[in-house]
């Protein structure tokens, strides 16, 4: 006996999803490394970084703070079940560097703003696990 699919479409259905599904994982996966590794620079005390705090005036601790959540947004990225809650979690954070950028460092935001934007494309991808998530979160 042979297993014949119930529609022909099925077949076909099933590259777009995969072709989306592995451009969104390449995106967490770039997302990841450059938030985390900002993180990391961060929290290594990298003279740049230091600096730059020294001229939000805000504190070293608050780069600690930020460089902290970089690595765990980044880690976070990586697993399934919280890659959704991580890029929303970077996209407050990368608002708030954007925000920084322009009107405290007075220096160009595009960089932070084109991150927020991929945080942004990786939450609505991940928007029903989000819910899910976040749904099994609230029963306990």
Same mark, same amino acid.
């Given at each position: 006996?042979?297993?014949?699919?119930?529609?022909?479409?099925?077949? $076909?259905?099933?590259?777009?999803?995969?072709?989306?599904?592995?451009? $969104?994982?390449?995106?967490?996966?770039? =997302?990841?490394?450059?938030?985390?590794?900002?993180?990391?620079?961060?929290?290594?005390? #990298?003279?740049?970084?230091? #600096?730059?705090?020294? #001229?939000?005036? &805000?504190?070293?601790?608050?780069?600690?703070? !930020?460089?902290? =959540?970089?690595?765990?947004?980044? $880690?976070?990225? =990586?697993?399934? /079940?919280?890659?959704?809650? &991580?890029? =929303?979690?970077?996209? /407050?954070?990368?608002?708030?560097? !954007?925000?920084? #950028?322009?009107? !405290?460092?007075?220096?160009?935001?595009?960089?932070?703003? &084109?991150?927020?934007?991929? &945080?942004?494309?990786? /939450?609505?991808?991940?928007?029903?696990?989000?819910? /899910?998530? !976040?749904?099994?979160?609230?029963?306990?």
């Amino acid at each position: 006996m042979s297993t014949i699919p119930k529609k022909n479409s099925e077949t $076909v259905a099933h590259t777009p999803g995969r072709a989306s599904s592995i451009g $969104v994982w390449i995106l967490h996966v770039v =997302l990841a490394a450059i938030i985390a590794g900002g993180g990391i620079s961060k929290l290594a005390g #990298d003279p740049v970084m230091v #600096d730059m705090f020294a #001229d939000i005036g &805000a504190g070293q601790s608050l780069r600690y703070l !930020v460089g902290a =959540l970089e690595v765990a947004g980044g $880690v976070g990225l =990586l697993i399934p /079940a919280l890659a959704g809650l &991580a890029s =929303l979690g970077l996209a /407050a954070l990368l608002t708030g560097a !954007v925000i920084t #950028d322009q009107f !405290v460092l007075e220096q160009s935001p595009w960089l932070p703003l &084109a991150l927020l934007m991929v &945080a942004a494309v990786i /939450a609505r991808t991940r928007w029903s696990r989000t819910e /899910a998530v !976040v749904g099994t979160l609230l029963r306990r």
